[in-house]
């Protein structure tokens, strides 16, 4: 609620798992947009300070390769807004190495979203030890990770040990459909966005882990499937209370039938002319009793295509 929020009581995270193309990263530009704006999530102003937000630093942990669509998205869903209520964003690959600490600095001043690849995160705090108290102890307001799963899933990584290290209450995952063959990344993103919810590594696999997959071979006793039915659906109950799982059926009332279509085109005048000679080279290779491996055909062919 509003009131929980002005303080850090109750304050804990949540996984926003949804399958890939629902609007994870529209739904948390939506969100920062409100955290950082609505006139109702601001503090009392007091005799000592002045009125300001609950949550005024946000950090934004994201895949390298996705840095710059995130930024697309800022810009796309909120670009429009900025003179009345605006989101400042910090992208920080796009920050000269020798300025990045400043940029963290005036971040931690003025508040904003610090939008940042893993490994970059990890180099400032390894390289500037005294940004330790911004980005991690006590840390930003809210911190969010994108693809958490794949951050998290290899216990004792740089990584993994860097984000264990946040002290922020306030944390939010994003994923796609998650954990599909893998307990163990359930109980790593379940247990760092709310710490012992699911109790040690050792309480797990004893009460959720092991039962579950003694239910799932092809020999299982009917009282190993039996066990492994009611160990799961006691599982996801638990993780339901912060975690929202949502696939691609809920668009199907909305959306026509998804209809594959190929096309198939003829190659160009250079296309065959370059296909005969990579034919005519791979002849002569089977004429010296030698060959060339599929995976290197691929490569040799595709960018005819």
């Given amino acids: 609620t509003i009131q929980e929020a002005y303080t850090e009581k ?11 193309g629902l609007g994870k990263t529209f ?14 999530l601001r503090m009392p102003k007091t005799k000592t300070k002045t009125r300001r937000g609950f949550i005024e630093r946000i950090l934004l942990l994201v895949p390298v390769n996705t840095l710059l669509n995130w930024e697309k998205e800022f810009e796309k869903w909120t670009g429009s807004l900025q003179e009345t209520s605006p989101v400042e964003v910090y992208e920080m690959s796009c920050v000269a190495k020798e300025q990045r600490k400043k940029t963290v600095e005036r971040w931690t001043k003025l508040g904003g979203v610090l939008l940042i690849g893993e490994q970059a995160y990890g180099l400032l705090l390894k390289k500037h030890a005294d ?3 911004a980005l991690q102890n ?22 993994s040990e860097v984000l264990e290290g946040i002290r922020t209450n306030r944390r939010i995952t994003l994923t ?6 893998n307990l163990k990344e359930y109980y790593r993103v379940a247990s760092w966005v709310r710490p012992g919810v699911l109790g040690s590594i050792k309480e797990f696999e004893r009460n959720f882990e092991k ?29 339901s209370e912060f ?13 026509p039938p998804s ?40 490569q040799i062919l595709r960018p005819l295509h």
């Fill in 131 to 133: 940004l330790a108290k």
């Fill in 243 to 255: 975690m929202q799982r949502r696939d691609s059926s809920i668009l199907k009332r909305d959306l």
């Fill in 176 to 181: 796609g459909t998650p954990f599909v063959n």
């Fill in 259 to 298: 209809q594959t279509i190929v096309i198939t085109v003829r190659q160009s005048k250079v296309q065959s002319q370059l296909y005969r000679k990579f034919q005519k080279f791979v002849d002569k290779l089977r004429l010296k009793d030698q060959s060339l491996p599929f995976i290197s055909h691929y």
């Fill in 27 to 40: 739904q948390a530009v939506t969100l920062i947009h409100t955290l950082l704006n609505h006139p109702h």
């Fill in 211 to 239: 039962p579950i997959i003694a239910g799932l071979n092809s020999d299982s006793t009917y009282q190993q499937v039996a066990l492994q039915v009611q160990t799961s659906k006691r599982l996801f109950q638990t993780m």
């Fill in 138 to 159: 006590p840390g930003p307001d809210l911190v969010i990770i994108d693809e958490a799963h794949t951050m998290l899933k290899s216990h004792g990584t740089r990584i």
């Fill in 10 to 20: 109750g304050s804990s995270g949540c996984i926003l798992a949804h399958t890939m």
